[in-house]
């Protein structure tokens, strides 16, 4: 609560703070003009809603289920982050972020491959908790091309750069932000808000429960191409918030490359990822109740170093000044339970998005997206004797055999500008077969998203 009260107390001083200057050397002239520091605040606010839905079948929370429940459910999350930047020179800068969020889920964030809340990676309780969320130092070093001046946003200062650059990023880091982003469908709260449509579901990346990891990445910009890499902490026990130091110097770790073209309307990406951790496999848990219990290393469920390799592709066009497509895949392969991110082992989606400017609304746009999650046939299998994963499984079904099918979902949005730095969001999304599950569903979840920052 201290912290709560200190968060919004600076957030009321800071209109105030950069209205004047704050010393005899201007060090807090913000956020723009020549002084070394940025500061940025957003907040953001969902409330998601859905009504009850077909279910021929229904496990229970005491029973160990994961299911999406049946019955009517509300969500609601509240997110508050600073940004602090401090530019040292010309190519180098550290930036940190701090977050304060709480929220409730929607079953607790359980039944579904791909999530409707993109901010539910960050929490789910219901009290206001504090923590870092980006900590890294960036440098840039020129190697010549032309000029390639950079603009200024909430985590980067405008730097006159060359179109031919190598920047280095150490420290802690959000990976959704390096790879696999995509101009029209990203993490971020002025677009889609399911989880499946930020990325490529499958899309298994180094991070802790909140999405972040501590890692190093290198960016290699050559006119027109971008090479990117990186090296990268995974978390001790899967979709947990403990990351494993240790694994660094055991080569328990996460690497991550990525292949881009540009061309003056759009880009295409190649992704590529190859994660280790301690892991337990679909296959030796298949007499337990739960992938989640009881793992021993000496046990009949043992966690023992694996790899989990993936590969995916994403494109964005322009094809009318205000218009847009998008497209992404990814498929995996390990034998090992999910490690960071979604219950989901290949995806696709695409989508159109279109800005507000064609209809006189120059703050506005709308998207319409679609995005198909698949399971390996071990987790088809798994899920099929009424086991739970950490995140799904319905339980036995009592007229027959658990059925599968894709995770379908489609998701349209209307952002209603307020100003430039306000907006708010109307958000539909209706899932067919949730958590792979034929015989539950569809459901259709209601959504309304307030943003602002400065």
């Known amino acids: 609560m201290r912290f709560v009260c200190k968060f919004v107390l600076l957030w009321a001083c800071l209109p105030y703070a950069w209205a004047a200057d704050a010393g005899p050397d201007n060090w807090l002239r913000l956020p723009g003009g020549d002084s070394p520091w940025r500061l940025h605040g957003d907040v953001n606010l969902i409330g998601q809603f859905h009504d009850s839905f077909p279910s021929l079948y229904e496990s229970t929370p005491d029973q160990g289920g994961n299911s999406l429940q049946s019955a009517p459910e509300r969500s609601q999350t509240t997110m508050l982050g600073l940004n602090i930047g401090y530019r040292n020179s010309s190519n180098t800068e550290f930036w940190y972020r701090a977050e304060a969020i709480r929220g409730v889920a929607l079953s607790d964030a359980g039944g579904l491959a791909g999530l409707t809340n993109s901010d539910l990676q960050r929490v789910i309780q219901p009290d206001f908790m504090y923590y870092t969320a980006l900590a890294y130092v960036r440098h840039r070093f020129d190697l010549g091309g032309s000029s390639a001046d950079l603009e200024e946003d909430n985590m980067h200062f405008a730097q006159a750069a060359k179109s031919r650059r190598f920047t280095l990023t150490v420290g802690k880091q959000d990976l959704l932000g390096i790879y696999d982003y995509n101009s029209y469908a990203h993490k971020g709260p002025n677009g889609f808000l399911n989880w499946s449509l930020m990325t490529s579901s499958a899309f298994d990346f180094a991070a802790d429960a909140r999405g972040y990891t501590f890692g190093i990445t290198g960016e290699l910009a050559w006119d027109d191409y971008s090479i990117r890499f990186g090296r990268y902490l995974m978390p001790v026990l899967p979709n947990q918030l403990d990351l494993d130091f240790e694994g660094w110097w055991k080569n328990r770790v996460g690497y991550n490359l990525e292949l881009e073209k540009r061309w003056a309307t759009g880009a295409v990406r190649l992704v590529w990822f190859s994660n280790r951790m301690r892991l337990s496999t679909y296959a030796s848990t298949a007499n337990i109740a739960s992938i989640d219990s009881g793992f021993d290393e000496n046990g009949a469920n043992p966690r023992i170093d694996r790899t989990k390799t993936g590969v995916g592709f994403n494109i964005e066009q322009v ?8 497209a992404r895949g990814m498929t995996t392969h390990s034998d090992g339970e999910t490690m960071a991110f979604t ?4 995806s696709l989606s695409a989508g159109v998005v279109a800005q507000g400017q064609v209809w006189g609304r120059p703050f506005d746009a709308a998207g319409l997206g679609f995005s198909n999650q698949y399971a390996s046939a071990d987790r088809q299998a798994y899920l099929g004797r009424g086991l739970y994963a950490l995140f799904i499984g319905d339980g036995p079904n009592p007229y027959g055999p658990v059925r599968y099918g894709n995770e ?12 430039q730095q306000t907006h708010l969001t109307l958000d539909w999304q209706r899932i067919t077969n949730p958590a792979y599950n034929p015989d539950r569903g569809p459901v259709d979840v209601w959504g309304l998203r307030l943003h602002m920052e400065f």
């Open 408 to 419: 379908q979902i489609i998701e349209a949005y209307y952002l209603i500008g307020l100003s």
């Open 343 to 346: 219950e989901a082992d290949s």
């Open 319 to 326: 094809l009318a000044p205000a218009l847009s497509i998008f």
